[in-house]
């Protein structure tokens, strides 16, 4: 069996404040995809993302997640995005997040997608750790994928880079 590899596709690095964030023109070629996000957000917001510019509601998610104050599960069915940062990482606070999306560009099935995020959120002044599965409910092969915030704007500096997996 061959050793999957990560193949980077792009990187954006955010010069100026930004309220969202797009890769297009997703080549075909790959059996899953990753994006690696890193960065921080210049007041108390939460991030979320859409693929193929479909803001309908077609996505499902179920997580968990886990601060200080103690542990939380949740799920959401038909929600117009799936939040990858949900409860906002808060004024100065910071977020390292990885999103898979496995099979995107097969045409016979829903997508899934695993997101593992970390961020300090200021307003419970503490650390979260957050874990995700999601599903876009289209068999469509996802060929963008878009980043936003809910309130506020990614700081200078936030970094998102997308990698192909080959299997």
């Not at 979320?48 to 886990?66: E, I």
């Not at 808060?90 to 999103?99: H, L, M, R, V």
């Not at 997101?115 to 289209?138: E, F, L, M």
Request: proline share 3%; net charge neutral.
């Amino acid at each position: 069996m061959a050793t999957p590899t990560y193949t980077p596709l792009a990187t954006i690095t955010l010069s100026s404040a930004e309220s969202s964030v797009t890769f297009s023109s997703i080549p075909q070629t790959y059996r899953d995809l990753i994006v690696s996000v890193a960065g921080t957000g210049t007041a108390n917001a939460a991030y979320y993302l859409r693929v193929n510019g479909d803001s309908g509601s077609n996505y499902n998610t179920v997580g968990m997640k886990a601060r200080s104050s103690g542990p939380e599960s949740y799920a959401d069915a038909t929600q117009a995005q799936v939040y990858v940062v949900g409860n906002g990482w808060g004024t100065g606070g910071w977020f390292n997040s990885q999103i898979q999306l496995l099979d995107y560009s097969a045409t016979d099935k829903h997508k899934s997608m695993l997101i593992r995020n970390g961020n300090y959120d200021n307003s419970y002044a503490s650390p979260t750790v957050v874990g995700v599965a999601a599903r876009w409910a289209n068999n469509s092969a996802i060929s963008s994928i878009y980043f936003s915030t809910n309130t506020s704007t990614f700081a200078v500096g936030t970094t998102f880079s997308l990698f192909g997996i080959a299997s």
